[in-house]
């Protein structure tokens, strides 16, 4: 038992963060959203680095490390809210790679594990995916049906429309099947590579979380109302300690889940239920309280509070809100006690 | 990371289990001093078994097991459904308390009785107008000309000091100085005219606490631990004490009952409500961060010396959704769980407690805020 990562993931997490705490800075973040667009010098740094393809297979052209790296930086890419189409890329070589064919994932992983070629992941009825985080420029984008089937659309067959969501750190698109264009069906069961992708996007909201609670730690350590520091009236204190709280409580679930896939894949259903649900909840909550304990401040553009606001909020429904997540838990604990009864 | 027992962790917890389900305290008995010796009896068998001070040092006649082992040894125990031995306070407060600040003879006249629960021990912190603001507390005691103390006060919600022999208990010995550095931390026999036991019925009809009347009772000089004027330092073992040990096992009685709840919803076909899935799953939920959380945290402190910023907040989470839990099943359960006598009504009332008992939630949220985020102190 050891609930900790190892030295080389110590190291990854502290790299990775001090990295984008210098390359992805407020004012970047800003200005790339502001503009409506990527931040594609920081996406190729990243993609030269390896980070796309950090879980990927080495045989594929990954790194071949497992999903707890994988959630450090997808983690830290959340703290930094950075404006980068990365986590697309990530979450498309998951499901080539779990659920791909051998051609498909030599076609594509080796591309979207680089960061030369662009993915995207996104759900899809009645033939149109709405809302598809960093569909725009990218050049495949991975669909995944209600019923669990998944396909796979070039660029070149899609129709990618893009759509102005409430967070302009990710560009997000309407997508169908261009006139005349083509689908492919991803022919293995998809059902581990969303599990991970669930886990993934889990993460980045525990670092939106930890990031507003820094952010709000900072603040109200300086913010002096009535002659104090605003953190030593309780009901500031209190709420800032209930973000710690679901800060932490998301992170342990991601975590778990992480691990799980990993090492365990019998805990994983569980586990990525757990994150998501965990963390979707934990992002709405600490953004919110984030924005409430700066007062009017936190209500301005300026405050960049509410690019994390606005990113969870996105985050929190892709692949499933908190409510979808919990029955999920439910159902999934329910199994279990019924297979022990019986 | 690895979230799996290793070789060694797994044959204890074999080990244990094997041993768990051939030994037990046999049926609870009626009445509470009745269930208080089925306890006393229990831990003897526990003591016999190489059992009761599974995390003391072997040096102390504990098993020396690893901070992982025993959280096994709660998680199992409490898996067993058997309850935890009666001396509690003392094998998670006291003992490890002496063994931090007592003299060697100290350790040696006291801690074996604690294990085998012949000597049962109790906590004579909180007072009424001392309980969250605990250093506070004004009970006197005045050394004498033959170093020995009296001691003169009240002290109330101590639980367990009906059958007990020993009190930890704080005191005040200097008057004069600053509010936290006049205490001194002493072991009082409580079988001594000079201390009346009276005890508070609480919430669940029964009187597992007490209210303490202490006029001029003898504590010898012998029995200060610590050193006079330090028992602040002392009581802060006893308090960090009480948050670290009893988690994991909470958390696995958490995970019983919720368990049967969702055997029950499933049964009647509530589970079909979404209102009802979704509440479960959010106890699920709750109940599994808790026991990864707790897990963190004792990694944090076998790797680092003390938890992360995650330690603090287990106790919290754990007497929330136990609250949560035992509430819902007013829902799931239906008339039986406000009948009284019965399991689940009991849980209801006492769950109260939980967010009162070893520092109330405003207070833990108080120390979160200042102490791991770095806050200004409350106001
Ligand atoms: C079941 C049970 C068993 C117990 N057993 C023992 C025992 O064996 N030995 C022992 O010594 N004690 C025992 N206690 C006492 C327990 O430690 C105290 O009840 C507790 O510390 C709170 O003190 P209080 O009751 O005086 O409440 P108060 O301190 O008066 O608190 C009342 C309310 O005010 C709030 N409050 C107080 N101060 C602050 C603050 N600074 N900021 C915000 N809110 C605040 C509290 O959170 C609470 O909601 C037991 C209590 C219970 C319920």
Redesign the pocket.
């Known amino acids: 038992m050891n609930f900790d990562f190892t030295e080389d993931q110590q190291e990854i997490r502290a790299t990775a963060r001090d990295l984008l705490a210098s390359r992805s800075t407020w004012e970047r973040v800003r200005g790339h959203a502001e503009a409506g667009a990527q931040d594609e010098a920081l996406y190729t740094e990243l993609g030269g680095l390896g980070w796309p393809g950090i879980a990927v297979a080495e045989e594929h052209g990954g790194q071949g490390l497992g999903m707890v790296e994988f959630v450090i930086l997808l983690e830290a890419l959340g703290e930094a809210c950075a404006a980068v189409p990365l986590r697309g890329t990530a979450l498309a070589a998951l499901f080539v790679e779990h659920a791909g064919s051998p051609g498909q994932q030599a076609q594509w992983l080796p591309g979207l594990a680089s960061g030369e070629l662009r993915g995207a992941l996104g759900t899809w009825a009645d033939g149109v995916g709405e809302l598809v985080p960093d569909a725009v420029g990218a050049d495949i984008v991975v669909l995944l049906d209600t019923d669990g089937g998944a396909s796979l659309v070039p660029a070149a067959d899609a129709s990618i429309e893009p759509v102005a969501s409430i967070d302009p750190t990710r560009r997000y698109a309407r997508v169908s099947v261009a006139e005349g264009g083509g689908v492919e069906l991803l022919t293995s069961d998809t059902s581990e590579a969303l599990r991970r992708a669930e886990v993934g996007v889990a993460a980045g909201l525990v670092g939106v979380s930890q990031r507003a609670l820094d952010m709000t730690v900072a603040f109200v350590k300086e913010r002096k109302q009535f002659g104090v520091p605003i953190g030593s009236f309780?009901a500031v204190g209190h709420k800032a300690a209930q973000m710690l709280f679901d800060t932490e409580g998301a992170r342990s679930a991601t975590l778990f889940g992480a691990w799980a896939a990993d090492a365990d894949t019998d805990q994983l259903p569980l586990g990525a239920a757990m994150a998501k649900a965990a963390a979707s909840a934990g992002g709405r909550t600490t953004t919110a309280a984030a924005i409430q304990l700066h007062g009017g401040i936190g209500f301005t553009w300026e405050a960049d509070l509410h690019w994390l606001y606005k990113r969870a909020q996105l985050d929190a429904v892709f692949l499933g809100g908190p409510a979808t997540h919990r029955a999920r838990i439910s159902a999934l604990s329910a199994e279990r006690v019924v297979a022990a009864t019986r | 990371m690895d979230l799996t027992f290793d070789a060694t962790e797994a044959q204890f917890r074999d080990e244990l289990r094997d041993w768990l389900s051939t030994n037990g305290p046999g049926p609870e008995p009626e009445g509470e001093d009745e269930q208080y010796a089925w306890r006393r009896d229990w831990q003897r068998k526990l003591h016999d078994g190489g059992w009761a001070g599974v995390h003391w040092p072997v040096e102390y006649g504990g098993r020396g097991a690893t901070m992982v082992e025993s959280a096994i040894f709660y998680e199992e125990l409490a898996r067993s459904g058997h309850p935890l031995p009666a001396n509690v306070?003392g094998l998670l407060l006291g003992g490890p308390t002496l063994m931090v600040w007592g003299t060697p003879e100290q350790k040696d006249r006291y801690l074996n009785p604690i294990l085998s629960a012949e000597e049962i021990w109790?906590?004579?912190?909180?007072e009424?107008?001392?309980?969250?603001?605990?250093a506070a507390v004004k009970t006197r005691a005045v050394e004498q000309a033959d170093g020995s103390f009296l001691v003169t006060g009240q002290?109330?919600?101590?639980?367990?000091?009906q059958y007990s022999k020993w009190c930890m208990l704080v005191a005040r010995t200097d008057f004069d100085a600053a509010k936290h550095k006049g205490l001194t931390y002493f072991l009082m026999d409580m079988d001594q005219p000079e201390v009346q036991v009276r005890p508070l019925k609480?919430i669940t009809g029964e009187a597992?606490?007490n209210e303490l009347f202490i006029e001029d009772a003898r504590i010898p000089a012998e029995n200060v631990i610590g050193g006079v004027g330090n028992g602040w330092k002392v009581a802060l073992t006893t308090l960090m004490n009480e948050r670290a040990g009893l988690a994991f096992g909470l958390q696995v009685r958490l995970r019983v009952m919720l368990d049967e709840l969702t055997e029950i919803a499933a049964s009647s076909g509530q589970i079909e409500d979404p209102r009802v899935a979704d509440t479960l799953g959010e106890l699920h939920l709750r109940c599994e961060i808790l026991r990864l959380t707790a897990y963190r945290g004792l990694t944090a402190t076998m790797k680092y010396g003390q938890p992360g910023p995650e330690g603090s907040l287990t106790k919290w989470m754990w007497s929330e959704t136990n609250q949560m839990l035992t509430q819902f099943a007013a829902d799931v359960v239906g008339p039986e769980a406000l009948t009284m006598g019965t399991k689940w009504s009991y849980e209801l009332l006492?769950a109260r407690?939980n967010t009162?008992?070893?520092?109330?939630?405003?207070?833990l949220?108080?120390i979160v805020a200042e102490r791991v985020l770095g806050l200004p102190k409350?106001r």
């Open positions: 309780q | 306070l109790c906590q004579g912190f909180s009424p107008e001392a309980g969250s603001d605990f002290k109330v919600w101590t639980s367990g000091a609480q597992e606490f006492r407690g009162i008992e070893g520092g109330t939630t405003e207070i949220k108080n409350a």
